[in-house]
């Protein structure tokens, strides 16, 4: 999630990190973050939170943020269907900069979930403030 100076947090377009994969990406950051010292975590951070912003800046232009296959541009299939293309247009982009980055897994029950969709723990694995 990436984080605007008023708190709000955003969900970050897939394609933000190209050309990371957000899958290798999440698992790079589940098997390894945590073992960098504090300065290199920072230098991920900083790195991630420069990205996104560049994306949303990007998304914001007139030619917006580019799909991984530019010959089918918004029809290129997603590289994994729940990451869709979230900044492929201008009113689905947030205007603001993002000052921070926090990355969360998830857990939930399937049972609990089945009678409320919106039942999901969510733990904070990794925050960046510059």
Known sequence: MAVD??????????RAWRPLALEELLSWIHLHLA??????QNRVGAY???QSNLAREQALSSAGLPYPNRWFGPLTA??????????SHPES???NPFVELRFYEEAWNL????????????VLIFDYRP
């Open 111 to 122: 049972e609990e979930r089945r009678h409320d969709p919106e039942k999901v723990t969510l």
């Open 35 to 40: 073992q960098l010292d504090p300065a290199s």
């Open 48 to 50: 991630l939170l420069g």
């Open 5 to 14: 100076a008023g708190g709000r947090e955003y969900d970050i377009d897939y």
């Open 93 to 95: 982009v947030p205007r």
């Open 78 to 87: 997603p590289t994994h269907m729940m990451h869709p293309a979230i900044w």
